[in-house]
């Protein structure tokens, strides 16, 4: 039986979580928040959650999690079976998480915990984030998805990514992210009509309670 260890607000989390519904894969889900204890760490080597656990030990790494998930149940593909569309859908996972979702992240203190960040960084993100959307938009196809006509893995990257990285550019900066890549708001709208993403909002709501309690505990 797989375990997904992690929080049901983390969007990483909620990717994976997204990535085994879709499949309708078996899991069972063990609620925790990213640490560094030795016991964790065993299972996660940075300390972050998602960690996927299988019958052959632990996976870290969302992205890596999906290729696994894909190739241990060939049902319902997230990835084409062609190395190239294959390799391309691989291409615009990373493109989303290391130029859209990370250096959104780092804007997240001051957007979502209430807490200040440097004009500095922020300066750094609206132009790491102008320049990660417009690069989206240069390769990306939007028609309807990510990636073409095919629901993929890069879809899964790009709404739990994409969505934060919005709130980051309107609640920061006042910009309208999704606007500077067309297409992006109409699939953003597309995927969140998902039975399965719908579901995976409803548990984020429940879990945010705790999540809140946990962030003040923290200070
Ligand atoms: N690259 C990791 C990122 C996971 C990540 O950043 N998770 C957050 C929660 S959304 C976390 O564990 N943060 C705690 C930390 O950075 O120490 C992945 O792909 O899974």
Do not use: W
């Amino acid at each position: 039986m797989l375990i997904l260890y992690g929080f049901d607000v983390s969007n990483y989390f909620n990717m994976v979580k997204l990535a085994l519904a879709y499949k309708e894969l078996d899991y069972k889900k063990h609620t925790l928040y990213p640490n560094q204890s030795t016991e964790f760490l065993a299972l996660s080597p940075m300390g972050k959650v998602p960690v996927l656990e299988t019958t052959q030990g632990c996976l870290c790494e969302t992205s890596v999690m999906m290729e696994y998930l894909d190739v241990l149940h060939s049902e319902r593909p997230l990835y084409p079976g062609d190395d190239f569309a294959k390799a391309k859908i691989k291409e615009l996972v990373k493109l989303c998480e290391l130029y859209i979702e990370l250096p959104a992240r780092r804007c997240y203190p001051e957007v979502f915990f209430g807490q200040q960040v440097s004009l500095e960084t922020k300066k750094e993100v609206k132009r790491a984030l102008f320049k990660g959307i417009e690069g989206l938009a240069r390769t990306a196809k939007f028609s309807p998805y990510l990636a073409g006509s095919e629901f993929s893995a890069a879809d899964i990257m790009f709404l739990y990514s994409a969505d934060m990285a919005a709130i980051v550019m309107q609640k920061a900066f006042d910009i309208d992210l999704l606007a500077l890549a067309p297409g992006a708001t109409e699939l953003m709208a597309r995927l969140k009509e998902m039975p399965q993403v719908q579901q995976i909002a409803a548990d984020r709501k429940v879990a945010n309670v705790d999540f809140q309690k946990y962030i003040a505990s923290l200070s």
